[in-house]
């Protein structure tokens, strides 16, 4: 059965900084992995997708890796801004089903 | 392009009631996902629906069921609620579904309050 941890479960910085949030995985025989953030009551919005043949992807300010092998995915976030405060998810996809971390929560101090 | 979009945003019932909540995909995309969202459990899926057909389901209890029509929206009903039921239901849209590898698109949810 598939188990995805996400550590830390809560993180707390000030403006500008440079963060890593970590996601790991139990089952290596994914088809994708894909990192969502989700704001107070609100749905998920998907940042990044990284195929199972990728070891990375970029948007803007983030950089999502992917280590199929250790079963590990970090998101990188660059020189933090308020507006990133929210709760940072990760999922991994595979044989028709997903499953979902507990996700990292982000305050980012002005 | 429109988002995806769920009715009604707010839901409040009793127990033993049912309820039927509504999804209407990104135009285009051909699966539908089910998630149920708490904070105990976090976020865990339902189902999955793709051109009408049921192609994966999460271990619920038969209480919950979904279907899909023709035009690619779909439904989840809820029979029987139970306490434990009350949640955050959010169905996701995608082009060809979870074994695909395609980007998931999130609806804003359901909210399920039972008393």
């Known amino acids: 059965k598939q188990e995805v941890t996400q550590i830390p479960a809560a993180l707390s910085v000030p403006e500008g900084e440079n963060l890593v949030l970590n996601c790991s995985f139990t089952d290596s025989a994914i088809y994708n992995l894909q990192w969502f953030r989700q704001d107070p009551g609100k749905g998920l919005t998907s940042l990044l997708l990284i195929q199972s043949s990728q070891r990375e992807q970029t948007s803007g300010r983030l950089n999502a890796s992917l280590d199929k092998s250790s079963g590990r995915s970090t998101l990188y976030i660059a020189a933090s801004q308020p507006g990133d405060s929210a709760t940072y998810l990760c999922a991994v996809f595979n044989a028709g089903k997903s499953t979902f971390g507990d996700g990292t929560t982000l305050t980012v101090k002005p | 392009k429109a988002g995806v979009t769920q009715t009604p945003r707010y839901l409040i019932k009793t127990r033993g009631q049912q309820v039927t909540l509504s999804c209407s995909p990104i135009?285009?995309?051909?699966?539908v996902s089910w998630y149920q969202q708490t904070p105990g459990q976090g976020l865990q899926f339902l189902f999955e629906y793709f051109s009408e057909t049921q192609r994966n389901k999460g271990n619920f209890p038969g209480r919950f069921s979904g279907r899909q029509f023709s035009n690619s929206r779909s439904e989840m009903n809820v029979s029987t609620l139970e306490l434990g039921d009350s949640a955050l239901y959010l169905c996701?849209?995608?082009?060809?579904?979870?074994?695909?590898?395609?980007?998931?698109?999130f609806g804003p949810g359901t909210r399920l309050t039972v008393l």
């Open positions: 996701a849209s995608s082009l060809g579904g979870t074994s695909s590898g395609n980007e998931q698109f």
């Open positions: 135009s285009g995309h051909r699966s």
